[in-house]
C-alpha cells in the first residue's frame, strides 16, 4: 500500500457506510474553501500597507459575514441530519445479531439459526495461517446474509466496550445491563474487520470483531 493510501477511508460495504463518505467530502469542500479563504485574507493584511484608524463601523460588511457562515453552516447541517435519520433505521425483517463484550473477547447470539451463544477469540499471532490478519483473525466468525437489512445488538457483561465496523457504518457502545442496536445492509459478501473502540482495560486492543457476509442459501445452511 501507498504512503497516501494508507489515509484513506475504508470501502463502504453498506449504503450508510457510503453516505458518510459522501458526508465527509461534502465537509471537506466546506473546510478547504475557508482555509483557503482565510489563508489569501490573512495574507492580503500582512502585505496591504494601507490602513485607516478613523472606520469605525461598516454595516454592510457586518451583514455579509454574519448571512454567510449562517448559510455555511445550513448547508452543513442539512445533510448531517439526514445521515443522522439513517442511523437511526432498523430492518424488521432480516437477522438479528446479538454481540456481547467481554474482557477481552466477544460471543455472539443468532436466534435466526437456532444455534449456542458461541465465543470469539483473537488468533494468536504464532497460529496464524498465510493471508491472515495480525491482531484481527478471530477463531470463530459470525455470519449474516447478504442483501438482507440486519440488525446488530449489543450488550457487555463486565464494562463498557464498543462494537464497531466501519466497513458496515456501525459502531455502538455494549453498555452492562443495556441493549443497544444499529442496523446495517451489507452490499456485497465478504470478510469486514473491527475492533473494540472502548478503553476497556489492558487487553482492549486484543479483541477484534470480524463478520462475515454470505449468500442467504450459505446462511440458512449455517
Not at 469542500?29 to 479563504?37: A, H, P, R
Not at 454567510?68 to 439526514?82: D, E, F, G, K, M
Amino acid at each position: 500500500m501507498s504512503t497516501w493510501g494508507q489515509f484513506n477511508l475504508v470501502d463502504p460495504g453498506a449504503p450508510v457506510q457510503s453516505e458518510m463518505l459522501l458526508f465527509h467530502d461534502h465537509a471537506m469542500i466546506l473546510l478547504v474553501g475557508i482555509f483557503v479563504l482565510v489563508v489569501l485574507v490573512g495574507g492580503k493584511f500582512c502585505f496591504n500597507k494601507v490602513s485607516s484608524r478613523l472606520v469605525h463601523e461598516a454595516q454592510t460588511l457586518e451583514i455579509i459575514w454574519t448571512i454567510v457562515p449562517a448559510l455555511l453552516l445550513i448547508w452543513l447541517a442539512l445533510p448531517s441530519l439526514r445521515l443522522l435519520y439513517l442511523l437511526d433505521e432498523q430492518g424488521s425483517d432480516g437477522v438479528v445479531l446479538k454481540a456481547t463484550g467481554h474482557q477481552w473477547y466477544w460471543s455472539y447470539e443468532i436466534p435466526a439459526l437456532g444455534l449456542d451463544s458461541f465465543d470469539s477469540y483473537m488468533i494468536q499471532s504464532e497460529d496464524l495461517s498465510g493471508g491472515e490478519f495480525r491482531l484481527l483473525e478471530v477463531d470463530h466468525r459470525p455470519q449474516v446474509p447478504l442483501g438482507m437489512a440486519s440488525s446488530v445488538i449489543s450488550t457487555s457483561s463486565d464494562v463498557i466496550h464498543a462494537w464497531a465496523l466501519p466497513s458496515m457504518g456501525v459502531k455502538m457502545d455494549a453498555v452492562p445491563g443495556r441493549l443497544n442496536s444499529m442496523g446495517m445492509f451489507p452490499e456485497y459478501s465478504g470478510v469486514f474487520y473491527g475492533q473494540c473502540s472502548e478503553i476497556c482495560g489492558a487487553n482492549h486492543s486484543f479483541m477484534p470483531i470480524v463478520l462475515e457476509v454470505v449468500k442467504i442459501e450459505d446462511f440458512i445452511k449455517g
